[in-house]
């Protein structure tokens, strides 16, 4: 009987019985996981095309375990599509930091993350970046942010200030663009930008996330064909509502949402 | 003149026959704004030469700031 073991084609006996299969191949796992569920330990029988992952607590996979290891809790037919995607991600800030950390977290295989400016203090409250990351380019603090907990999403990391003319050539070849940016203006010229170079292509903007209302006002909007939009679509911070990582945070990961969603054919709204 | 916006039928003044109009006549901030009409993108410096028919298809998306 076909089975996959921490991400590896594997044969057992149909009659076998996952702790049986985990004594086989890994009598020192801790944790056991069958089709992304944590299984307490027992006596379920194995079932034909299974994903079993056994884990060792306290223990530094290889290389190639961790891989496996680390996408345990997702399907492993999901996992595969994401790998393959190249994402793009224009500004790498209070949206695009978010933005790109779920998307490696979940596995996708490339980012392209472009941003010209230099981490500073008052972007702490909401941006994923660390105090000893200070002065440093963001998109160079993002990648290594990445690497530390997902090694195997390369980044692609573009110090620029993205324009309406150079955004057709740094994010060629990416299925999917995310708006990141702050100003409502360079969003609107960006926008309108990356869906001239880039039609095939679907744009995940976001619009409308300062200030201290409720996170569930924050919707996914299909503005287009390929264009979505998250946010209020009101909620201005030109109006000194202020910006907090909590509701900034939610728009990003619905952003990031709709990009899995969409790398794995789920219909967003 | 009948154009449909974001979905919806609405009724316009005939003089409000450029994208420029459009976006003044709703109080719509046009630089912060993407639009397209029929499906098709338009730029910003093409906003006061684009031309509305009765019947066109208009999306605008009007951003504001914050990330």
Known sequence: MKVHINGKAGTVEPDQTIDEVRMQYCPEADITIRNCIISPPGHTRVAEGDALYFIRKGVAPDADNLEKLLYARQPDALTGRLKSARVGIVGAGGLGSVVAENLARAGV?????????????????????????????????????????????????????????????????????????????????????????????????ASGLAGLGNGSSIKTVKATARLYIVGDMTSDADQGLGLFASRVGIAASMQAHVIIQLLTGVEPC | MLIRINGREETVPDTTDTIT?????????????????????????????????????????????GG
């Open chain 1, 109 to 205: 295989g490339k980012l392209v993350i472009a941003d010209f400016d230099l981490i500073e203090p008052s972007n702490l409250n909401r941006q994923r970046f660390t105090v000893a990351q200070l002065g440093t380019p963001k998109v160079d603090a993002l990648a290594e942010n990445i690497r530390s907990f997902n090694p195997f999403t390369a980044v692609d990391a573009v110090h620029e200030r993205i324009t309406a003319e150079n955004c057709r050539q740094i994010f060629s070849g990416c299925g999917i663009i995310a708006e990141c940016l702050d100003s409502a203006s360079e969003k609107a010229a960006i926008v309108t930008a990356l869906r001239n170079h880039h039609p095939e292509s679907f744009i995940v903007a």
């Open chain 2, 21 to 65: 109009a459009l976006l003044e006549f709703l109080n719509i901030q046009a630089r912060q704004t993407a639009v397209e009409v029929n499906g098709a993108v338009i730029e910003h410096n093409s906003f006061a030469a684009t031309k509305l028919h009765n019947g066109d298809t208009i999306e605008i998306v009007s951003f504001v700031g």
